[in-house]
């Protein structure tokens, strides 16, 4: 077997192990998972990092299993959290898994036929018909409170200055071990892995594994563990937030756009680090990229090459041309057949914050003279003079093109039958749309 855990620890992707965890990986393809918890339908870049473990395993010959915590959802992780999570009702929950088993399809092919061929599981499953008096019999029953209460994310919250950890979150860990169990049991699965913040969890696994399987077949039973580090940016803020919030992995939450500009706009230093993490370029084509781009950093060749292999592995190649079509049209000599190949939702991203004026689609068919469409109509330019003074200039555009005084707006200038970008010089902006 090739070495996984060498590959991970050059990328950036290894944080810590258990002992005998590399001589597993090295010796035989073997079965390892990874949890998510639908606390939303889609997963946002903060998953990236498990999830391109979950690829990497399965391309270096090993099978990963993927597990949807239906039943973990209804508790909540304390792992991390300073405060008790607010419960999901049933039908929430319900459409938060499936809306996370739909992300996960789309990078790893659960209906393959390879031998190491990706697993979907959900513990709802298996945990739904466990009731109370058996789990604290036979799972409670091997783990002390002493050991649970040893774990970071259980002193934290019991030494912080919240109002500590109700039982239901103090359960959590033992369910998440049980998953473990479970698996090891049912799919041959030796191995779960997780952010550093999940340590604790994971070796409560371990644990569970190793103590339920006393005086059965499987007795001295072997269980592994292997984390990753939590991703941080170079000037300490929170990896993973834009200015609008989480970036999702999912257009209808954030558009391709908006997905290739969060990491186009990655610092020099980050995008040294992220290239490594988050991408499957091989060692030497990422050296390469870095000695190029600290020559000339004003090329900025590292970010570029980041944002297309992620937007590409998240969306796909034709939303990353897209994508860049969409980023040239503020920075480079675009025209009007280009904003007119925007759908809506990107042309709104591509000029996000820019002041807007209805007008009515009606005139349009009619037409509307460019001067009442600049001053009356939008308020854009504060009188007719200004605007007549304006177009004199030959400093206004409409879609990108010069008009002047004669020139009449109507429907065959609507972008996506809804918009019309006005502009003043090089950098004022102004959006009418057709209602």
């Known amino acids: 077997?090739?070495?996984?855990?060498?590959?991970?620890?050059?990328?950036?992707?290894?944080?810590?192990?258990?002992?005998?965890?590399?001589?597993?990986?090295?010796?035989?393809?073997?079965?390892?998972?990874?949890?998510?918890?639908?606390?939303?339908?889609?997963?946002?870049?903060?998953?990236?990092?498990?999830?391109?473990?979950?690829?990497?395993?399965?391309?270096?010959?090993?099978?990963?299993?993927?597990?949807?915590?239906?039943?973990?959802?209804?508790?909540?992780?304390?792992?991390?959290?300073?405060?008790?999570?607010?419960?999901?009702?049933?039908?929430?929950?319900?459409?938060?898994?499936?809306?996370?088993k739909r992300?996960?399809?789309?990078?790893?092919?659960?209906?393959?036929?390879?031998?190491?061929?990706?697993?979907?599981?959900?513990?709802?499953?298996?945990?739904?018909?466990?009731?109370?008096?058996?789990?604290?019999?036979?799972?409670?029953?091997?783990?002390t409170v002493n050991y649970m209460m040893s774990k970071d994310s259980v002193k934290k919250r019991f030494s912080g200055d919240g109002e500590g950890m109700s039982f239901t979150e103090f359960t959590y860990q033992l369910i998440q071990g049980y998953d473990f169990y479970h698996l090891h049991k049912h799919y041959n699965c030796l191995l779960q892995m997780g952010g550093s913040d999940q340590w604790g969890n994971i070796t409560t696994g371990t644990e569970l594994v190793r103590r339920l399987n006393v005086n059965t077949e499987d007795e001295g039973a072997k269980a592994f563990a292997l984390t990753t580090p939590l991703i941080t940016k170079a000037d300490g803020s929170k990896f993973g937030k834009s200015e609008g919030g989480n970036v999702w992995l999912t257009a209808d939450k954030t558009s391709p756009y908006k997905f290739y500009q969060f990491w186009f706009n990655s610092s020099d230093e980050d995008a040294e680090k992220y290239i490594k993490i988050f991408t499957f370029l091989d060692k030497a084509t990422i050296e390469d990229l870095i000695k190029k781009h600290r020559q000339e950093p004003h090329l900025r060749l590292l970010q570029k090459?980041?944002?297309?292999?992620i937007t590409v592995f998240v969306h796909s190649k034709e939303e990353y041309e897209k994508a860049v079509k969409a980023s040239n049209i503020l920075f480079g000599n675009s025209t009007s057949e280009d904003l007119k190949q925007l759908d809506s939702q990107t042309f709104l991203d591509v000029f996000d914050g820019i002041t807007q004026a209805e007008i009515s689609k009606l005139d349009l068919e009619t037409g509307i003279g460019i001067v009442d469409a600049l001053s009356a109509k939008s308020g854009f330019l504060s009188s007719n003079s200004e605007a007549r003074r304006a177009l004199k200039e030959n400093s206004i555009s409409v879609n990108r093109?010069?008009?002047?005084?004669?020139?009449?707006?109507?429907?065959?200038?609507?972008?996506?039958?809804?918009?019309?970008?006005?502009?003043?010089?090089?950098?004022?902006?102004?959006?009418?749309?057709?209602v």
């Not at 090459?305 to 292999?309: D, N, P, S, V």
């Open 1 to 100: 077997m090739k070495n996984l855990v060498e590959e991970l620890r050059w990328r950036g992707l290894f944080h810590d192990m258990m002992p005998g965890t590399e001589e597993q990986l090295l010796k035989e393809s073997t079965t390892a998972y990874i949890g998510f918890d639908p606390t939303a339908d889609s997963l946002h870049i903060g998953s990236m990092v498990q999830i391109i473990l979950l690829v990497h395993l399965k391309n270096f010959g090993h099978q990963p299993i993927a597990l949807v915590g239906g039943a973990t959802g209804m508790i909540g992780d304390p792992s991390g959290k300073s405060d008790e999570r607010n419960l999901l009702d049933e039908a929430t929950l319900n459409k938060n898994v499936e809306g996370i």
């Open 103 to 143: 992300v996960l399809s789309r990078f790893l092919d659960f209906n393959s036929t390879d031998v190491n061929a990706p697993i979907l599981v959900n513990n709802y499953d298996w945990m739904k018909d466990f009731s109370f008096i058996d789990f604290a019999r036979d799972v409670g029953k091997r783990i």
């Open 305 to 309: 090459k980041l944002a297309e292999e």
């Open 401 to 434: 093109e010069k008009v002047s005084e004669e020139f009449s707006l109507s429907t065959n200038d609507l972008i996506n039958n809804e918009f019309i970008l006005l502009q003043r010089g090089k950098k004022t902006y102004f959006i009418l749309r057709a």
